[in-house]
């Protein structure tokens, strides 16, 4: 069952929101990537490390759940 997941980050003014389907976190991950690589972005190398460790911590808790 693919769910759609929701990741944001509100940096001063702007607030960054990723949507996505379940099975889809890679593609998620290299959207980070190129925001972050973007010079016209305020999105940096740090905002994809936390939404990143985010998404990797939500994966880890569902796996425990479905694992018990």
Do not use: C
């Not at 980070?32 to 939404?51: H, I, T, Y």
């Amino acid at each position: 069952m693919n769910l759609v997941r929701q990741l944001s980050l509100v940096k001063g003014e702007e607030r960054f929101v990723f949507r996505y389907q379940t099975g889809h976190e890679p593609e998620v991950i290299d959207a980070f990537a190129s925001l972050a690589a973007d010079q016209g972005s305020s999105f940096d190398w740090f905002d994809a490390a936390v939404l990143s460790y985010q998404m990797g911590r939500r994966l880890e808790t569902e796996l425990d759940q479905i694992a018990t």
